[in-house]
């Protein structure tokens, strides 16, 4: 079965860090770029950050550059978000997504995003 | 790449034929997704290419359009489709979705 689970929620102070894992499982983790989008209770999706298969392309919402950083371990089938600085407004529950298109070049393909987990929630409050 | 849903809601009936409108500020070709939310879930692909629909996803969904505007048309409106539908354009750093359409029960 394909299947993503995400772990490393919390709640957090606003300043400090949080580190998100991914579990992949179920597919060839390493021939798929990955994604975080993040969801505000009640509102729309975000993308935030995508990585390339080989971690050479990776890219970042405005809303989260110089803050957040995307990497992944492919023998471990595990992606990962690094989160500094961290601010109200970066509470929402996050979700860890696979590209829908086999080993694009960029941080993205152009085909969407057909694996998804059931999030973690990230809460940050002080 | 702005991306405009309309309507924001809509409510209808078992049975009922659905178009959800998705704008983009700027031309993006073919290249926009459709995804089904059902609350407490996480989002589901549907369609991709604007009219390539994802495998195991009922026929009674369909996409067309091309540049900057594109629907959504689901026929014979089922129960389970009773959810939150956004679009995301995936032609243009950042990939970003649309605002949502939520599809009520009459």
């Known amino acids: 079965e394909v299947q993503l689970v995400e772990s490393g929620g919390g709640l957090v102070q606003p300043g400090r860090s949080l580190r998100l894992a991914c579990a992949a499982s179920g597919f060839t983790f390493d021939e798929y770029a990955m994604h975080w989008v993040r969801q505000v209770p009640g509102k729309g999706l975000e993308w935030v950050s995508g990585?390339?298969?080989?971690?050479?392309?990776?890219g970042y919402a405005d809303s989260v550059k110089g803050r957040f950083t995307i990497s992944r371990d492919n023998a471990k089938k595990s992606l990962y978000l690094q989160m500094n600085s961290l601010r109200a407004e970066d509470t929402a529950l996050y979700y860890c997504?696979?590209?829908?298109?086999?080993?694009?070049?960029?941080?993205?393909?152009?085909?969407?995003?057909?694996?998804w987990g059931p999030g973690a929630t990230v809460t940050v409050s002080s | 790449i702005q991306l405009t849903q309309s309507p924001s809601s809509l409510s209808a009936s078992v049975g009922d034929r659905v178009t959800i409108t998705c704008r983009a500020s700027q031309g993006i070709s073919s290249y926009l997704a459709w995804y089904q939310q059902n609350p407490g879930k996480a989002p589901k692909l549907l369609i991709y290419g604007a009219s390539t629909l994802q495998s195991g996803v009922p026929p009674r969904f369909s996409g067309s359009g091309s540049g900057t505007d594109f629907t959504l048309t689901i026929n014979s409106l089922q129960p389970e489709d009773f959810a939150t539908y956004y679009c995301q354009q995936v032609n243009s750093y950042p990939p970003t979705f649309g605002g949502g359409t939520k599809v009520e029960i009459k």
């Open positions: 997504a696979k590209d829908n298109q086999y080993r694009t070049l960029g941080s993205y393909g152009n085909n969407g995003m057909d694996v």
């Open positions: 990585i390339s298969w080989s971690s050479g392309s990776k």
